[in-house]
């Protein structure tokens, strides 16, 4: 499987750069990548919501009214959870535990599965080198010359303050080193341009990930 090769300057190259098909050349699992995505999602997510018990809520210490003589059914305050105002039953906490939890293996399973997807579509290119002089101007001039719109994942071996100050307003573009690729960013790419010297580490990073059957569901445990 070969793919598009540029220059450090943006032009095409002749060059045959040939990916590996045991990180590049799998059959997607559906069920698997869901679960990956989902579990990207669920972990980075945060218990923002809280309510209110009824003894959390402002007021409410005096008794409405006597207990006896009234007709009226008797309550001991007015912020019980059936009066207006009043605290939430069973609502948020603040507490809540979303993560969730794949194996190493089932993880690095499903990136190569994401990259083995995307590669079939021809969304994966690669880049001499990616040169940052810490500036905006020449990473959009690049883009431009590779001809690049949408979503844009740039994969490095290494990402220093040069290459974050070069990328971080760029929208659309985001940059991440080889052996932090996730399911979530490579689906959400439109196309993926990864370095020279990123390659080998994507592939040895992944080579060694075990294949889950097409039809066999990868076990994820949801942190009670």
Same mark, same amino acid.
Do not use: C
């Given at each position: 499987? =070969?793919?598009?090769?540029?220059?450090?300057?943006?032009?095409?190259?002749?060059?045959?750069?040939?990916?590996?098909?045991?990180?590049?050349?799998?059959?997607? %699992?559906d069920k698997?990548?869901?679960?990956?995505? &989902? =579990?990207?999602?669920?972990?980075?997510?945060?218990?923002?919501?809280?309510?209110?018990?009824?003894?959390?809520?402002r007021g409410?210490?005096?008794?409405? !009214?006597?207990?006896?003589?009234?007709?009226?059914?008797?309550?001991?305050?007015?912020? *019980?959870?059936? !009066?207006?105002?009043?605290? /939430?039953?069973?609502?948020?906490?603040?507490?809540?535990?979303?993560?969730?939890?794949?194996?190493?293996?089932?993880?690095? =399973?499903?990136?190569? #599965?994401? $990259?083995?997807? #995307?590669?079939?579509?021809?969304?994966?290119?690669?880049?001499?080198?990616?040169?940052?002089?810490?500036?905006?101007?020449?990473? /959009? #001039?690049?883009?431009?010359?590779?001809?690049l719109e949408?979503?844009?994942?740039?994969?490095?071996?290494?990402?220093?303050?040069?290459?974050?100050?070069?990328?971080? %307003?760029?929208?659309? $573009?985001?940059? /991440?080193?080889?052996?932090? $690729?996730?399911?979530?960013? @490579?689906?959400?790419?439109?196309?993926? @341009?990864? =370095?020279?010297?990123?390659?080998?580490?994507?592939?040895? !990073?992944?080579?060694?990930?075990?294949?889950?059957?097409?039809?066999?569901?990868? &076990? *994820?445990?949801?942190?009670?």
């Amino acid at each position: 499987m =070969t793919v598009l090769h540029y220059t450090k300057s943006g032009a095409k190259s002749d060059k045959a750069i040939k990916l590996d098909t045991s990180v590049f050349g799998l059959t997607p %699992n559906d069920k698997l990548l869901s679960q990956a995505y &989902k =579990t990207y999602l669920a972990n980075g997510r945060t218990a923002n919501a809280k309510t209110l018990t009824r003894g959390e809520v402002r007021g409410g210490g005096k008794k409405p !009214w006597r207990q006896k003589g009234t007709g009226r059914a008797r309550v001991g305050s007015s912020r *019980v959870p059936n !009066w207006r105002s009043g605290g /939430v039953v069973f609502g948020a906490t603040g507490i809540e535990n979303y993560s969730m939890k794949m194996s190493t293996t089932t993880k690095r =399973t499903a990136v190569a #599965q994401a $990259l083995s997807l #995307q590669a079939s579509e021809k969304r994966i290119s690669i880049i001499e080198t990616f040169v940052s002089e810490g500036t905006v101007k020449p990473t /959009v #001039q690049l883009l431009g010359k590779l001809g690049l719109e949408g979503t844009i994942l740039l994969v490095l071996s290494q990402k220093d303050l040069l290459a974050d100050r070069a990328t971080r %307003n760029i929208p659309g $573009l985001k940059v /991440v080193t080889a052996t932090y $690729l996730n399911v979530f960013d @490579i689906l959400n790419a439109d196309t993926i @341009i990864m =370095t020279e010297d990123a390659l080998p580490l994507v592939t040895a !990073w992944l080579s060694g990930a075990a294949k889950v059957p097409a039809k066999k569901e990868a &076990k *994820v445990e949801a942190a009670s």
